[in-house]
């Protein structure tokens, strides 16, 4: 069984920064693929970011690209997903997901293809 721990949350005025951090226990995650999602309240799910654990190849949603930052930690099995020139529209809950293997690009953009999801972390961006 895999875990997932988000962390990393808070409040921060527009302009401000913050780092979300997964950490994943139960596994190895060399052959992970991992993303970061985000929800905000009355909308659907949303990609944000997502890597290639193994190879640590990352992908970025277009709204979040060039002022967010996804990482990889091997020895602490931990993803981090750094957050600078926040927005307001950026507040959301900001979840963690993991699948055990290879995602094609559409699959890694996708909710539905991830396997294991952490609790969440609420991030508020204000004006």
């Known amino acids: 069984q895999v875990q997932l721990v988000e962390s990393g949350g808070g409040l921060v005025q527009a302009g401000g920064s913050l780092r979300l951090s997964c950490a994943a226990s139960?596994?190895?995650?060399?052959?992970?693929?991992m993303g970061w999602f985000r929800q905000a309240p009355g909308k659907e799910r949303e990609f944000v970011s997502a890597?290639?654990?193994?190879?640590?190849?990352?992908y970025y949603a277009d709204s979040v690209n060039s002022r967010f930052t996804i990482s990889r930690d091997n020895a602490k099995n931990t993803v981090y997903l750094q957050m600078n020139s926040l927005k307001p529209e950026d507040t959301a809950v900001y979840y963690c997901?993991?699948?055990?293997?290879?995602?094609?690009?559409?699959?890694?953009?996708?909710?539905?293809?991830?396997?294991?999801w952490g609790q969440g972390t609420q991030v508020t961006v204000s004006s």
């Open positions: 997901a993991a699948y055990i293997g290879h995602l094609t690009i559409a699959d890694l953009r996708s909710p539905g293809a991830y396997e294991y």
């Open positions: 139960g596994r190895t995650f060399s052959t992970y693929s």
């Open positions: 890597i290639r654990w193994s190879v640590g190849i990352t």
